[in-house]
């Protein structure tokens, strides 16, 4: 995708501020924007009188791969794993700013479908594109940052677990873990629902973004998403609250397809869903039961770190950088 | 930079959450941060009820070199360059979002650098690092997110110009243009402070962050800050808004330094003053006299364009990507 293609329509030979005019033209803005694209910065309505706001980064080659996503899919991606750290703080989105480093011979069609990935998630999330800038550069980078409002709830962080609450999850885990390693292996799932699915599931992740402003609506002690892995995620998590989390592995059971393709794999299927991250589900710990469409899978205990089954975890948790 | 170095104190070795934890640590937010580094999103008051966000990415080899700029260089353009857009709207800042690519074998003294120019610069434009993310990359890239107040102003956009305005400038033109060629044709600048001074300028530029606000509180009709070129922003002011924009050159005269730099280099002085950009000085549409400390150096007529002393500029008036 870098090198030059048979299309002519590259960015480079468009140019900013030409290429900037087509990915903005036509879109409309969330009621929420009151300056979009175009002017020195953008203009967002923060009727909490505070603004919610994170920031990722997207390398090719180290968080997608062109050949295993469609630029589409990149961009869906890139805008889910944004709002999903929004949700978890129990926020809505209101706005996103993409900023874009690409090779001057990348095909307009690849920002095109990038774009559109963008926008549908963008749009489905809650908030729309109000900003962003174009770049030059030799790898593909998508860096994001997403803006969400509280509608004046308190934040929850990951800090306020206590000894007591339960730990529930609402969302998918360990699908995109399943996915990613049928992609790696080479594993043609054309004809198979339930692995293509799994595929999906990498490739396009539904952040469940409602949940986290529910959660926090029903008192909700401690909230984050799940990127990097479900043990890795609530390590952070009991380090901040400074508590263990004890997990049950009887709650946290493969569905039929993962355990069909960990087996095909040779892998194993309840490692996905505690180690697997980029499914972008919500844990969150409760006082109370938690809302319906949120499952029970451990308890907050005193002292540190995360057990499963009352044992402590010894191989990686999930993702890091380097 | 790219390659390890004898420096066993890498990011790769570090790990990506001890890099962060070493950059946060210590650091005092701004009043305005309610939720700082650390949780899945920040939380910043917005006071106004509305926000200002902008964005903007770096990258080395095409908008820094690590050979001409130290990182703590590189740190403080990335933030002078966002907060000119917030400055430009007319409102103060309060936060920024910073996210970092960088190889595995990027020393973590490159990244204490960065950072510690990144936090000075932010605490010079009145906000500070509220969060951010950190990935592999081939490349060093660096894209901010500038958030903003706009303290009940309206915000000042490009499009507000009419017939009649005078034209003004806050801030310094062409020095960090004058700096770039003398940096691209190998002058030693050592021993002639004003010569130095020009590298410095383009080194660590220093937007006038308070003349955005100013200018709001008096009536400008159209702001933007010039970090592509006086003519190549005003340009795009003049489409905004559905203007000509009448430059005066007799106002717009290099610096002393300014010509002596020209001359050694067989360049136009006067061209870095109209083309040069990343100086992110201001610049202003008024109705009514701007306040002291604004030079005007032109005025608001119908028609299209940017014209100087009556004549079009024919030639490339800024930066363009790609």
Chains 1, 2 share one sequence.
């Not at 589900?281 to 039961?289: D, Y």
């Amino acid at each position: 995708m870098c090198a030059a293609q048979d299309d002519d329509r590259t960015v480079g030979r468009t140019g900013e501020f030409a290429v900037i005019d087509r990915i903005t033209a036509g879109r409309g803005q969330a009621p929420t924007t009151i300056v979009g694209p175009g002017d020195d910065a953008a203009l967002i309505t923060s009727p909490d009188g505070r603004v919610v706001a994170t920031t990722d980064m997207l390398v090719e080659g180290r968080h997608f791969r062109l050949d295993w996503s469609t630029p589409r899919d990149i961009g869906h991606k890139a805008i889910a794993q944004n709002g999903a750290d929004i949700a978890s703080m129990g926020a809505v989105c209101t706005a996103f700013l993409v900023a874009l480093g690409c090779p001057a011979g990348t095909p307009m069609s690849v920002i095109e479908e990038l774009n559109e990935g963008l926008w549908r998630e963008a749009t489905r999330a809650g908030g729309s594109i109000v900003g962003g800038d174009l770049v030059a550069s030799e790898q593909l980078v998508i860096s994001i940052t997403a803006l969400g409002d509280l509608q004046g709830r308190e934040p929850v962080l990951r800090s306020g677990a206590r000894d007591g609450d339960v730990v529930a999850v609402a969302g998918e885990l360990g699908r995109s873990a399943a996915g990613l390693a049928l992609l790696d292996a080479g594993v043609d799932c054309g004809a198979d629902d339930a692995l293509a699915a799994l595929v999906r599931a990498h490739r396009t992740p539904l952040p469940p973004y409602g949940r986290g402003p529910e959660a926090a609506d029903a008192g909700a002690s401690a909230l984050t998403d799940i990127s990097d892995g479900l043990i890795a995620d609530l390590g952070h998590l009991a380090r901040a609250s400074g508590v263990r989390i004890a997990l049950d592995r009887a709650a946290l059971t493969p569905s039929d397809p993962m355990v069909r393709a960990a087996s095909l794999l040779g892998a194993d299927a309840g490692d996905w869903v505690l180690t697997g991250g980029e499914d972008h589900a919500l844990v969150g710990c409760f006082r109370t039961p938690p809302p319906s469409g949120w499952t029970v899978v451990g308890a907050v205990r005193p002292g540190s770190g995360v057990v499963v089954d009352g044992v402590g975890w010894d191989r990686p948790g999930g993702w890091e950088s380097y």
